[in-house]
């Protein structure tokens, strides 16, 4: 019985702790909507602000959970490999994850990503 309270409690402990994690605001957006500004810190140095570029070009915001894995790293290589295409259309391309900035410059210098990585790190 005392094997079986032991148990119960390694389960139950990190279901509370989540249960009580601050949920993520929801947002109604549909295609088409316009995203809602932000900003954050940029691989290229500074910060990117997304109404800098309203009005002025196309903007592609490609989300990646985490750098240096594999799915990523193939995603972030398919945008590298289109980025002559986003750039004949006038399209600024950023990858954003939740990586810190340095992480996420080392993983663009390792793929030689030509576009910029934001961090979303300082949010969460």
Not at 35 to 50: I, N, Q, Y
Not at 96 to 109: G, L, M, R, V, W
């Amino acid at each position: 019985m005392r094997k079986l309270s032991i148990l119960l409690a390694a389960v139950l402990l990190p279901a509370a702790v989540f249960a009580q994690a601050p949920q993520t605001p929801h947002t109604n957006l549909k295609v088409g909507d316009m995203a809602p500004d932000f900003t954050l810190p940029s691989t290229a140095g500074g910060t990117v602000k997304l109404s800098d570029f309203r009005g002025k070009a196309n903007v592609v915001l490609a989300f990646f959970p985490a750098a240096f894995t594999g799915g990523c790293t193939k995603e972030m290589l398919a945008y590298q490999a289109s980025i002559a295409k986003f750039e004949g259309a006038e399209t600024k391309v950023f990858g954003i994850s939740a990586d810190n900035t340095p992480s996420q410059a080392e993983f663009a210098k390792q793929l030689k990503l030509a576009f910029p990585l934001l961090s979303d790190f300082a949010r969460r």
